[in-house]
């Protein structure tokens, strides 16, 4: 499974700020980006509550893999727990894309984030497709 990468020419990631060149500069845009994020959750109760539900099973996910790493492993319920929270997420977004599909198809930004996400879930529907196929060769010997 390889990464997917946006084509898009800015993230709303935000990355370390000494990366890219040590300036501290470099992620400025994405800073941007993500204080204009942050009042428009300010500004909008709904997207705030999609941003704390998201933040909520972010934080789980990361939590669970946190756990794994200590014992150098990952269980398979922490395994189930983050597919669970991958699920919860993917629903989330899901209804809010539904809910904003004339927006999507009038905005540009907005369409290629909506096809990047897509096409992280083929991914990772592929990832899981691959996993299933592995277990169930793994049981059948």
Request: hydrophobic residues 35%.
């Amino acid at each position: 499974m390889g990464a997917q990468h946006s084509t898009r020419s800015h993230s709303l990631a935000v990355a370390d700020a000494g990366a890219g060149g040590g300036d501290g500069h470099a992620h400025l845009p994405c800073l941007a980006e993500l204080m204009s994020y942050q009042e428009a959750c300010r500004l909008d109760p709904e997207l705030e509550t999609f941003d704390s539900t998201l933040q909520q099973h972010i934080g789980r996910a990361i939590s669970t893999l946190t756990d794994g790493v200590q014992v150098h492993s990952l269980s398979l319920d922490s395994f189930r727990e983050i597919t669970s929270c991958l699920l919860e997420m993917n629903q989330e977004v899901v209804k809010v894309i539904l809910d904003c599909k004339r927006d999507v198809w009038k905005n540009t930004e907005l369409f290629d984030l909506v096809e990047d996400y897509f096409q992280n879930s083929l991914q990772t529907l592929y990832f899981y497709t691959t996993l299933e196929k592995c277990l169930t060769k793994a049981r059948d010997n």
